[in-house]
T-cell receptor
């Protein structure tokens, strides 16, 4: 069966510090991979999605970047965090059907 | 910009009642539709997928799709307090450069009171 791992579960970072969130998928190959952000009380905002290694589509201009160095690894990064980057970050994988989410990372920028 | 719209609620129903959640989408060529449940502080979990016009039933849940009206709904029968959560509608892009993209609505907060 397929599983998705996302870490860490919570993170508190100062403004201006770098960020690296990692997500890995097991039990499948060539999945679609997604990074979403959910601000408090808001819906899911698609940040990046990838249909293959090195193929990244960015949905919104922002302070973040994504990379897919391996088939089942998806990384979300920032060089300098802003207060507005706080939120609940969710990695997900999918194929032809639905997407399945990791546990999420709650990021607080202070 | 392709959009998915939901009433944000909150929707409050008594225990045992039917909860009806609605969603409309803007991209006429969309083919895949999903309902997710999200408990407070948790990640969304898939509860229903629907791809063809009509109804699809799974236990107490029924998803309904009308592609002509660009409308998808979720009915929850015999609602329980444990169904209290945010319900997210999601639509998958059919092709082109956006192939594989999954767009979510804002979610409807459901509260089932005893």
């Amino acid at each position: 069966s397929q599983t998705i791992h996302q870490w860490p579960a919570t993170l508190v970072q100062p403004v201006g510090s770098p960020l690296s969130l990692e997500c890995t998928v097991e039990g499948t190959s060539n999945p679609n991979l997604y990074w979403y952000r959910q601000a408090a009380g808001r819906g899911l905002q698609l940040l990046f999605y990838s249909v293959g290694i090195g193929q990244i589509s960015s949905e919104v201009p922002q302070n973040l970047s994504a990379s897919r160095p391996q088939d089942r690894q998806f990384i979300l990064s920032s060089k300098k965090l802003l207060l507005s980057d706080s939120g609940f970050y969710l990695c997900a994988w999918g194929k032809t059907g639905a997407a399945f989410f990791g546990q999420g990372t709650r990021l607080t920028v202070v | 910009q392709k959009e998915v719209e939901q009433n944000s609620g909150p929707l409050s129903v008594p225990e045992g009642a039917i909860a009806s959640l609605n969603c409309t989408y803007s991209d006429r060529v969309s083919q895949s539709f999903f309902w997710y449940r999200q408990y407070s502080g948790k990640s969304p979990e898939l509860i229903m997928s629907i791809y063809s016009n009509g109804d699809k039933e799974d236990g107490r849940f029924t998803a309904q799709l009308n592609k002509a009206s660009q409308y998808v709904s979720l009915l929850i029968r015999d609602s329980q307090p444990s169904d209290s959560a945010t319900y997210l509608c999601a639509v998958k892009d059919a092709g082109g450069t956006s192939y594989g993209k999954l767009t979510f609505g804002q979610g409807t907060i459901l509260t089932v009171h005893p």
